[in-house]
T-cell receptor, first 115, second 115 residues
Framework: EPEVTQTPSHQVTQMGQEVILRCVPI?????FYWYRQILGQKVEFLVS????????KSEIFDDQFSVERPDGSNFTLKIRSTKLEDSAMYFC?????????????FGDGTRLSIL | SQKIEQNSEALNIQEGKTATLTCNYT??????LQWYRQDPGRGPVFLLL?????KEKRKERLKVTFDTTLKQSLFHITASQPADSATYLC??????????????FGTGTQLKVEL
């Protein structure tokens, strides 16, 4: 069964450094998402992306965050200047369409640790 | 403000019994409600989706109900097995407030099925 893959599984970065998290969504899916989960807390929406544009973003997704689909398969999340509070699991997800009746398929996440 | 509540305490049940998990929400008018399973260190895995005008949905040993008057969904696992042990997440779409396809998750309920 097709799956969403994310790399790396664990990223350790010094505070203030830039980090790029990578995702390969399921190939026939058109909508892509990033969520994060701080340890022990709930999964939180960051951003949704369709047709090479952000379709929605949360308050968490400030100017330090950006997303990109650099080629036909990858979907990336960049954090420009990381803060301690960015430490979390970051999940990429994709869905066939953007309709609310579609399930979202999640990768197994990248654990980001900011030192 | 919008709020989704799930039992924060873990639920321990014996193998073979039916597990019932609760999701309550306030200040929401979702069009769809979804249930996901999350294992430690893994991403959420989609289980079931129910529409706001559906009362009940079933899939194998799983059953979901959705009561928009009570603003509550119940998630049942019948004939539970130790392999069902995981955290179960309730998620709502943006619904009538125009939140589109972003998902808002509850904190999850940890289920442990004992032999």
């Amino acid at each position: 069964e097709p799956e969403v893959t994310q790399t790396p599984s664990h990223q350790v970065t010094q505070m203030g450094q830039e980090v790029i998290l990578r995702c390969v969504p399921i190939s026939n899916h058109l909508y892509f998402y990033w969520y994060r989960q701080i340890l022990g807390q709930k999964v939180e929406f960051l951003v949704s992306f369709y047709n090479n544009e952000i379709s929605e973003k949360s308050e968490i997704f400030d100017d330090q965050f950006s997303v990109e689909r650099p080629d036909g398969s990858n979907f990336t999340l960049k954090i420009r200047s990381t803060k301690l509070e960015d430490s979390a699991m970051y999940f990429c997800a994709s869905s066939v369409t953007g309709n609310s009746n579609q399930p979202q398929h999640f990768g197994d996440g990248t654990r980001l640790s900011i030192l | 403000s919008q709020k989704i509540e799930q039992n924060s305490e873990a639920l321990n049940i014996q193998e073979g019994k039916t597990a019932t998990l609760t999701c309550n929400y306030t200040n929401y008018s979702p069009a769809y409600l979804q249930w996901y399973r999350q294992d430690p260190g893994r991403g959420p895995v989609f289980l079931l989706l129910i529409r706001e005008n559906e009362k009940e949905k079933r899939k194998e040993r799983l059953k979901v109900t959705f009561d928009t008057t009570l603003k509550q969904s119940l998630f049942h696992i019948t004939a539970s097995q130790p392999a069902d042990s995981a955290t179960y997440l309730c998620a709502l779409d943006g619904g009538l407030t125009g939140g589109g396809n972003k998902l808002t998750f509850g904190t999850g309920t940890q289920l442990k099925v004992e032999l």
